[in-house]
């Protein structure tokens, strides 16, 4: 089984400062992970992912994401906030080992809604 | 392109009513799925689909049932409508053989159903 913690509900943080998104993850084979990002009433948008190679990971809009293997984490980040950074952030893994159909379904973390005060 | 589309919006129903949640895509992917966002339980799996003529169940599939007759299109059905069917849904695409796009889940914009 597959699983995805997301401790924090709620973060805030002032704007221009930097901010962590918390993430930690189970899996019993490769992980990939993922981060996604939901604006009120809109569906979820792809941030950036880790499948293999850097454990830094670079994706849209300034954000960043440390693959750790051996604290199974893959906290986001941003050096510098931005109001219009607020929104509900969500993390998902999934094995990455074998092809099969099952193998490829994504597990969410229960969201942590990112406030970023101006 | 449109890219994943949904509808309705949104929907009210009667307990013991049913209906039928659409969700289209023209990105020609392979791999079609339906969520459920509920408070506090981020997104579930409820059915998904790794192209025409082929769907299983994930996490969630109780009073649910799809089809995918189609590459474009893969309804979610409620048979029977309960109160505790109330959420978001999401219906979600991704490319399985493109390296490029590896893994990445493209979402449509979600019905809020209620159900009375």
């Known amino acids: 089984a597959q699983s995805v913690a997301q401790p924090e509900d709620q973060v805030n943080v002032a704007e221009g400062n930097p901010l962590t998104v918390k993430c930690t993850y189970s899996?019993?084979?490769?992980?990939?992970l993922f981060w996604y990002v939901q604006y009120p009433n809109r569906g979820l948008q792809f941030l950036l992912k880790y499948i293999t190679g850097d454990n830094l990971v670079k994706g849209s809009y300034g954000f960043e994401a440390e693959f750790n293997k051996s604290q199974t984490s893959f906290h986001l980040k941003k050096p510098s906030a931005l109001v219009s950074d607020s929104a509900l952030y969500f993390c998902?893994?999934?094995?990455?080992?074998?092809?099969?159909?099952?193998?490829?379904?994504?597990?969410f973390g229960s969201g942590t809604q990112l406030t970023v005060l101006p | 392109n449109a890219g994943v589309t949904q509808t309705p919006k949104f929907q009210v129903l009667k307990t013991g009513q049913s209906m039928t949640l659409q969700c289209a895509q023209d990105m020609n992917h392979e791999y079609m799925s339906w969520y459920r966002q509920d408070p506090g339980m981020g997104l579930r799996l409820i059915h998904y689909?790794?192209?025409?003529?082929?769907?299983d169940q994930g996490e969630v599939p109780n009073g649910y049932n799809v089809s995918r007759s189609t590459t474009e299109d893969f309804p979610l059905r409620l048979l029977s409508a309960a109160p505790s069917q109330t959420s978001v849904y999401f219906c979600a695409v991704k490319s399985l053989w493109d390296s490029r796009s590896t893994d990445t889940q493209y979402f449509g914009p979600g019905t809020r159903l209620t159900v009375l």
């Open positions: 998902a893994v999934r094995d990455g080992s074998g092809t099969s159909g099952s193998a490829r379904q994504l597990t």
């Open positions: 689909s790794v192209g025409a003529g082929i769907t």
């Open positions: 899996v019993s084979g490769n992980p990939y």
